[in-house]
């Protein structure tokens, strides 16, 4: 089969795949009243409606996609590093709100919820992996508790409007496209679990977002003899040095993969949170030695002058050559560029693809131990509706994970006139 026609079969299967699941979700009844409707059905919203139905609320998700927890599919390349055996609260925007939600737990409380789900895993350094390294069963475990709950699942649905009252929240929801009108409903409790700084309808309940931008990019740079090296990847230790104060304020250890237009790799994603243009990386290409040990190899009998090729057993060889003809031959500019080889930050590069955005709803208006709205007694968000993002690693995975328990649990209670320690007590016992 020619290319053209095996990409036509593709988008044939994908406009058929998507038809059948418009038709699936429109077969769904949604209910005129729920205790709890959750909006969003990515990683943290599956969790949040798991908890709640499981302490006996009656439960909707309603979800813009054609599927629920589709973005889960692409997390960790498809692997989906789902925990980090580490949480440390350091790589979070907001690490003291993390920290009060997270308790005092967080991993026995994360990996207990999926022991329950049916996963197993494997640890890779200290990250954790669905035992099958396929992002398709955590989300596959997810939708199967959910069912098991009774929740109502209501795909191709996206909120469009809210209105809270004293004791409910009235949502609008748009009919599933194609096939059906806008339906109304009322909840006892709203779980906000989609992301909070796009969604225009929470205006309507008056809560304040922190403007949307991408986060976890490629990092773009300024030209550089550097970046004519495409595809090459290396072992290496980022330093970040802030273009207002000159003072380096970040440095972390990873591999890069070197574009034309600047670094890419994880430890790249994570620079990306951190870097604004015209900030400075410095890359430490030889992270494992010592300027002084890379002296005895450039130049071993002390003579002043870099020895041709001295490099060539530390780097790749095309880079140690690079930084030759820069160095031209002199060993203390060898040495700089071996140890700390400047790019300046452009920006951020294939924003298209960013694996999480920073920004959302301002995490001052809820309370860390429920998540619900100070001033909007009934209201509830986690996940990424929240203001709260995270370096690369299993750090967001596992701020949706346990944000979402977090609001579930709350939320039932709340719609149940349950308090709070009476949910916790049956969080608890199960």
Known sequence: MAP???TGARRSSRAARREELLRAAARVEVPSSVDVCVVGGGASGLVAAVCAAEAGAGVLVADAAPECGRTILA??????NFSNVSLDLRRYNDPAFVGAVFGERPLDDILGFFRDCGLRWG?????????????????????????????????????LGARREPDRTLLRLSGVPEHGLDARLSCRSLVIACGGATQPWLGDLGLATRAAHPALCPVACERDPLLALDGLRAPVALSLVSRRSGLPRWRERGEVLVRPYGISGIVS???????????????????????????RLVDPRAHGRAARGGLD?????ELAALLERRAKGDVEQLLALA?????????????????????????????????????LPGVFACGEALDV????????L?????????????????????????????????
């Open 398 to 430: 596992s701020w949706a994970w346990k944000s979402g328990m977090v609001a579930g649990a709350a939320a039932a209670a709340r719609a149940l006139g349950r308090s709070r320690s009476h949910a916790s007590g049956e969080e608890e016992g199960r």
């Open 75 to 80: 997390t960790g390349n498809g692997r989906c």
């Open 313 to 317: 057993g530390v780097l790749d060889p």
């Open 4 to 6: 053209s026609s095996r």
């Open 269 to 295: 994603l994570n620079l990306s949170r951190r870097a604004a243009a015209g900030d400075t990386v410095l890359i430490d290409l030889a992270p494992d030695l010592s300027s002084s040990e890379l002296r």
């Open 123 to 159: 640890l890779e350094e200290d990250r954790l992996y669905p035992r099958s390294r396929r992002a398709a069963s955590v989300r596959n475990v997810l939708l199967a508790r959910l069912a098991r709950s009774g929740a109502v699942v209501a795909a191709a649905r996206a909120a």
């Open 389 to 396: 993002d995270a370096d690369c690693g299993g750090f967001n």
């Open 339 to 375: 140890k700390s080889y400047p790019l300046v930050v452009r920006g951020l590069a294939d924003q298209g693809h960013a694996q999480v955005s920073s920004g959302g709803l301002v995490t001052g208006q809820f309370a860390p131990d429920t998540l619900e709205a100070r001033e």
